[in-house]
Each structure stands twice: as structure tokens, then as C-alpha cells.
T-cell receptor
Framework: DTGVSQDPRHKITKRGQNVTFRCDPI?????LYWYRQTLGQGPEFLTY????????KSRLLSDRFSAERPKGSFSTLEIQRTEQGDSAMYLC???????????????FGPGTRLTVL | SQKIEQNSEALNIQEGKTATLTCNYT??????LQWYRQDPGRGPVFLLL?????KEKRKERLKVTFDTTLKQSLFHITASQPADSATYLC????????????FGKGTKLSVIP
């Protein structure tokens, strides 16, 4: 168990540019989540994958955001035409099918901090 | 809409005392609540889960209660230490048929030596 990893850890971009983040979940975990967190707020759900299938997306998710998990392993989150309001920490989490720790217990990565200038 | 509320943004307590953090939920009845710890610049780390049919759960110096009448969960850290200083988040599934976890804003705990 090497934990959830995210890359890059920090990204600074100019408004209007596209950015892509990567998440590598814990290897045996088939469920993967993306969240966004701004200062002083809790994580806000963006989208959920079970294996390669994207099963749920937040209604708040703009069509500039897209996520993929092509082989059911790593996932990417792309933001097109970034805006200053997209500046936030983007967190990835994963979990397996077992319930040893209880339902929905998620393991979070360190996050990617995005700054849009 | 369904809400998870943590009323205290910040809590300062003296080392050795018991910290008590509150989580309230409105407009739904989650089957369980989770508590996470988050340190600055890092992702949340799972601490405890309590189900609606459990009144209390303990893990080392941590204790969580779940009162479905009050629609509230309390999170206690006994014999608090400066290393317990962090933000604590309450979370619950957003509703039946949803995979989303809804988080509260968190309470920033500072344990003063």
C-alpha cells in the first residue's frame, strides 16, 4: 500500500489555459473520486469512477471539467479554459470494495494545488 | 438540500483537556457519519466511522457519538496534545443512491501547550 499519489503537487497557469492533473489510486482500489477544496471549506465532490466507468458527476461541475479513467487504474482531471475561480486544491481519493473500515471510507492523496493567474 | 454543518470554525484548548467538536446534519438521515483529520496542505485522513444504530465509538483517545434525535455527532479528543492540532472534518453520504460524500467545512483545532 503505497498510498494515493497525485501529480503535479502544484500548478500555476494563466487564465484561459488548459490543465491536466493525474491521480494514481491505491493499486487494488477500484473506486476513485475527485474533489475540489477551497480555503476554509471542506472537500466538494466532483466526480466518481467505479473501475473505468464514470458513475456520478456533480451537478455543479462545469462542462470545462472532464475526467477519465481509461483502464480503471489511474485517472486524469482536465480543466479547459481555466478561470481564476478554478483556483483550489484538487483532491483525489480511492477505496476498495472491502468494508473493513466501513462503507465509503476513502483514502485521499496529497492534492494538486492550482493557481490561476 | 442536505447539509452537514460544523458550527465552530476554530477551537482553542489547553493541552491535556478534552476537545469536543460538533457536527450537525439537516434535511436527511445519513446511515453513518465519518470523521477525518486534515493537516495544512495535505489530504484528509480517515479517523472514525459511526453508524446510526451505534451510540458511541472509541479509538484510543478519540470518541464519537451519534444522536439521531438531535441530528448531531460529537467528536471528542481526550488528553489533547499539541500534535492533535489540525482541521477535523465531518462527512456523510449525500443520500440514498448517491456515491458522493458531503463534507462539513471543518473545525480547526489548536491545542495550546
Amino acid at each position: 500500500d503505497t498510498g494515493v499519489s497525485q501529480d503535479p503537487r502544484h500548478k500555476i497557469t494563466k487564465r484561459g489555459q488548459n490543465v491536466t492533473f493525474r491521480c494514481d489510486p491505491i493499486s487494488e482500489h477500484n473506486r476513485l473520486y475527485w474533489y475540489r477544496q477551497t480555503l476554509g471549506q471542506g472537500p466538494e465532490f466532483l466526480t466518481y469512477f467505479q473501475n473505468e466507468a464514470q458513475l456520478e458527476k456533480s451537478r455543479l461541475l462545469s462542462d470545462r471539467f472532464s475526467a477519465e479513467r481509461p483502464k480503471g487504474s489511474f485517472s486524469t482531471l482536465e480543466i479547459q479554459r481555466t478561470e481564476q475561480g478554478d483556483s483550489a486544491m484538487y483532491l483525489c481519493a480511492s477505496r476498495g470494495t472491502g468494508t473493513r473500515r466501513g462503507p465509503d471510507t476513502q483514502y485521499f492523496g496529497p492534492g494538486t494545488r492550482l493557481t490561476v493567474l | 438540500s442536505q447539509k452537514i454543518e460544523q458550527n465552530s470554525e476554530a477551537l482553542n484548548i489547553q493541552e491535556g483537556k478534552t476537545a469536543t467538536l460538533t457536527c450537525n446534519y439537516t434535511n436527511y438521515s445519513p446511515a453513518y457519519l465519518q470523521w477525518y483529520r486534515q493537516d495544512p496542505g495535505r489530504g484528509p485522513v480517515f479517523l472514525l466511522l459511526i453508524r446510526e444504530n451505534e451510540k458511541e465509538k472509541r479509538k484510543e483517545r478519540l470518541k464519537v457519538t451519534f444522536d439521531t434525535t438531535l441530528k448531531q455527532s460529537l467528536f471528542h479528543i481526550t488528553a489533547s496534545q499539541p500534535a492533535d492540532s489540525a482541521t477535523y472534518l465531518c462527512a456523510a453520504r449525500s443520500g440514498a443512491g448517491s456515491y458522493q460524500l458531503t463534507f462539513g467545512k471543518g473545525t480547526k483545532l489548536s491545542v495550546i501547550p
